[in-house]
């Protein structure tokens, strides 16, 4: 059933009622003074008449409106609302329409969020337990839930590691660590931490800043975690330390997850004098080998990558 047409019935309706009142009122009105004195009688009987042709007129068109609607297969369950009709005071009575159109945000709600778990569980990049099995949740060590001390701890021992690569530890956001590395004079990075877990890794020159401007007497600057490196090169060690960022990702060992990182990042301190483990060169596309593998640290340009 269309609402057109619904409409349209409800309307052939309004006109009925209205001329069955004009109807009425004509005739306790009696005749009037317009209707002059001769004949007055007939004028009056025949303006009753034109009237009464009217109602029939538009009796016909409320009689054709609802024959074009179908009903409803059953009745309305509309639970505890159809209450709602009965309610006398006025400014209760638009309660319904507020009614109908919050179910209709709630289903919506539900669709979205029906669609949402689809296509989230298809995110192989997981980094959480909530979904996971029953038997995997009881060794959980929550690498995102970490005292600060047990972090600095973890990276004072990194730091300690290699001795060309210099670790400053701060803690911009609340309790989550924010690492500021210089490898060398090659480059710098931040990596940002939640608990124990790598979220964030950006690199740029030993030339660049991170902070924002400073404001006046130089305070004010902060900790720029998104802006890129104007360089290629460092753009391209982003993204490949991003990656092997979610490479060594482990949520059961995250010291070893962070540990192995540092390691593999600790290799690009040789990253403009080493020469690509497969066509031999410095450089290729302009690029030096950006890429580091996994397990034996050995460089690749971008394009000779195992
Ligand atoms: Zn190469």
Request: glycine share 6%.
């Amino acid at each position: 059933m269309s609402l057109e047409s619904l409409h349209t019935a409800l309307n052939a309706i309004q006109v009925l009622r209205s001329s069955v009142g004009h109807v009425f009122e004509t005739l306790a009105n009696g005749i009037r003074a317009d209707h002059g004195e001769d004949g007055k009688e007939t004028k009056f009987v025949l303006e009753l008449h034109e009237l009464l042709s009217k109602v029939n007129g538009n009796l016909r068109e409320v009689e054709q409106a609802v024959n074009s609607l179908t009903p409803p297969p059953g009745p309305f369950n509309l639970g505890n609302t159809s209450c709602l009709s009965q309610e006398t005071t006025q400014d209760r009575q638009a309660l319904y329409p507020q009614l109908v159109e919050s179910y209709k945000w709630t289903d919506k709600v539900h669709e979205y969020g029906n669609l949402a778990v689809a296509l989230l569980s298809q995110n192989s990049l997981k980094r959480s337990y909530i979904n996971t099995s029953a038997k995997r949740r009881r060794t959980q060590t929550s690498s995102h839930n970490v005292p600060p001390q047990a972090v600095d701890s973890v990276i004072a021992t990194i730091d300690r590691l290699f001795n060309d690569m210099h670790v400053k530890v701060s803690r911009p956001f609340a309790t989550n660590a924010v690492l500021q590395i210089t490898l060398g004079r090659i480059l710098k990075a931040v990596v940002a931490f939640k608990g124990l877990m790598i979220e964030w890794v950006l690199v740029k020159g030993h030339n660049e800043e991170f902070s924002t401007e400073l404001g006046v007497g130089g305070v004010g600057g902060q900790l720029d975690l998104w802006s890129e490196s104007r360089y290629c090169v460092f753009r391209k060690v982003t993204e490949n330390a991003n990656a092997a960022m979610l490479h060594f990702y482990s949520p059961t060992l995250p010291e070893l997850a962070v540990r192995s990182f540092m390691t593999w990042f600790h290799s690009f301190n040789t990253l403009f004098s080493d020469t690509c483990k497969r066509c031999g060169n410095h450089l290729h596309s302009g690029l030096p080998p950006t890429w580091r593998d996994f397990r034996t640290l050995e460089p690749f340009h971008e394009d000779c990558k195992p």
